[in-house]
């Protein structure tokens, strides 16, 4: 076999070995699912082959965020198979598998069966699954760190002292677990006035990156607080989507996890 062949081959073989990499968060309502969906949306632009598991059992916000139809799955046999959204992301949800409004009230074990079916879906060419985890430092948290060997960990936090505080504790669990902690994302850092153009600060700005600097992870970027965001995210239009400045920000924080 030539060179350039056995490059080629080395190559498809490393396509082939897919790698998972979570987002997690200390506490809930940070935009751990809108970082989540944005930074799969980003990567695919870049033309990486990427999945996105909805590994927030109770909480599932990926069907609304990568998807206004409401979509439900499909199975074959046991195995799902993932919803393609319209931003070339395949993905799964709890959501698209209960009714709307419906409470999910399961302890540890269904949870973690019910994780291993959305890990196990049929994924494909996938080269790399992003899961969006429930906030904290519980069950799922365990079950995938046990049992599905992730690559590494993206953390996502605000700005302010009591999310931080939770931020910090999300990594320990990581570390513990000799989970590479890819490192920290600030989201909701610093809105800028579409009225007046003034910049402010309501959760305080640049804490995530000090507190990334302090515990020794690497710290990724910031998004800014954005009504563009908010609307995006509920309407299943992810603003990685678009080229404009609203997308930017998600861009260059994916550029660091694709390598
Ligand atoms: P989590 O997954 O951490 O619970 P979500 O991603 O569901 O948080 O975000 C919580 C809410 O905040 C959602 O309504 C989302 O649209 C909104 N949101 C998240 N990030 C931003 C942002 N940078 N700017 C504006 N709204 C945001």
């Known amino acids: 076999v030539d060179g350039v062949t056995e490059v ?12 998972i990499v979570m987002v997690g968060s200390g506490k809930g309502g940070v935009g751990k699912s809108t970082l989540t969906a944005n930074l799969a949306v980003a990567l695919a632009g870049m033309g990486m082959k990427v999945g996105v598991v909805d590994a927030d059992i109770y909480g599932p916000s990926q069907s609304m965020l990568l998807d206004a139809t409401g979509s439900k799955l499909r199975a074959e046999g046991q195995t799902l198979i993932p ?3 319209d931003f070339g992301v ?9 009714e709307p409004g419906k409470a999910i009230a399961w302890r540890g074990p269904m949870v973690g069966k019910a994780l291993a079916q959305l890990m196990e879906a049929d994924w494909g060419e996938a080269e790399l699954l992003l899961v969006d985890l429930p906030p904290g430092t519980g069950d799922v948290q365990l079950t995938m760190m046990q049992q599905f060997k992730p690559a590494g960990a993206v953390v996502v936090s605000t700005p ?5 505080i939770d931020a910090t504790r999300a990594i320990d669990l990581f570390r513990q677990a000799k989970i590479p902690v890819i490192g920290v994302v600030e989201n909701m850092a610093g809105y800028l006035c579409p009225h007046c153009g003034e910049a402010s600060q ?3 700005q640049g804490g995530a990156e000090a507190a990334a600097h302090t515990i020794g992870v690497p710290f990724l970027g910031r998004i800014p ?3 563009e965001i908010r609307v995006g995210s509920d309407t299943g239009q992810p603003p990685a989507a678009n080229d404009g400045a609203i997308g930017r920000p998600f861009t260059q924080v994916a ?5």
Do not use: N, Y
Request: proline content about 5%; cysteine-free.
């Open 160 to 164: 302010q002292d009591l999310a931080l």
């Open 90 to 98: 395949p993905f799964v949800s709890m959501a698209q598998l209960i």
């Open 225 to 227: 607080l954005a009504m």
């Open 202 to 204: 309501p959760f305080g």
């Open 8 to 19: 080629r081959v080395a190559l498809m073989a490393e396509k082939r070995e897919r790698r």
């Open 83 to 85: 919803h393609q959204s």
């Open 255 to 259: 550029a660091q996890v694709a390598r």
